[in-house]
């Protein structure tokens, strides 16, 4: 069954340094999304990107906050310069759109920032 | 104005009965879908089950079922004969479907532990 794969599945980082998180969505979805959830927390969506453009960002995701899709595979999370607060763990979801379905949700990137 | 609501932080259950997890959610669009997430100790995301505004009947998965109540906004997850491999917190989300985005907004969650 095809899934949504990240990596690294635990990063630990420096405050400052800058972090990339990828993903490898499900090869016939359209529409790529990041979330994130702070330790013991709701998960909350950030980013979500269709048709090569960002379509809606929320206020947590500013100009720290970049994605990129490189190639026909990879979804790519970048933070400039992280913060203490950045620690949490980062889902990558895939669905194909259209109200169809189910989103499918990546096993999750661990960020820690020290 | 919270979209999701989930008003159970924490359920304890016996093993071997149901339980019923409560959401109620908060939209003016007539078109959307409700989902439920198991998230474990391990961290990851787990779809259990879906259920669209105008789907006519409640969905079911297995032991799972969704008691959908439109008309009060209420979409409360009901998990039969729970096994020890429940304990997990779980979590209800709505999609609003919008051209480019189809974002899962998601409530705060209800951690049940199931007791031997």
């Known amino acids: 069954e095809p899934e949504v794969t990240q990596t690294p599945s635990h990063q630990v980082t420096q405050m400052g340094q800058e972090v990339i998180l990828r993903c490898v969505p499900i090869s016939n979805h359209l529409y790529f999304y990041w979330y994130r959830q702070i330790l013991g927390q709701k998960v909350e969506f950030l980013v979500s990107?269709?048709?090569?453009?960002?379509?809606?960002k929320s206020e947590i995701f500013d100009d720290q906050f970049s994605v990129e899709r490189p190639d026909g595979s990879n979804f790519t999370l970048k933070i400039r310069s992280t913060k203490l607060e950045d620690s949490a763990m980062y889902f990558c979801?895939?669905?194909?759109?259209?109200?169809?379905?189910?989103?499918?949700f990546g096993p999750g990137t661990r960020l820690t920032v020290l | 104005a919270q979209k999701i609501t989930q008003t159970q932080p924490g359920m304890f259950v016996q093993e071997k009965e149901a339980v019923t997890l409560d959401c109620t959610y908060d939209t003016s669009d007539p078109s959307y879908g409700l989902f439920w997430y198991k998230q474990p100790s391990s961290g990851e995301m787990i779809f259990l089950i879906y259920q669209g505004s105008y789907d006519q009947q409640n969905a079911t998965e297995g032991r799972y079922s969704l008691n959908f109540q439109k008309a009060r906004k209420s979409a409360n997850l009901v998990i039969s004969a729970s096994q020890l491999g429940d304990s997990a917190m779980y979590f209800c989300a709505m999609r609003e479907v919008g051209f480019g985005n189809e974002k899962l907004t998601f409530g705060t969650g209800t951690r049940l532990t199931i007791i031997p």
């Open positions: 979801a895939s669905s194909k759109g259209q109200g169809v379905g189910e989103q499918f």
């Open positions: 990107f269709y048709n090569n453009e960002i379509s809606e």
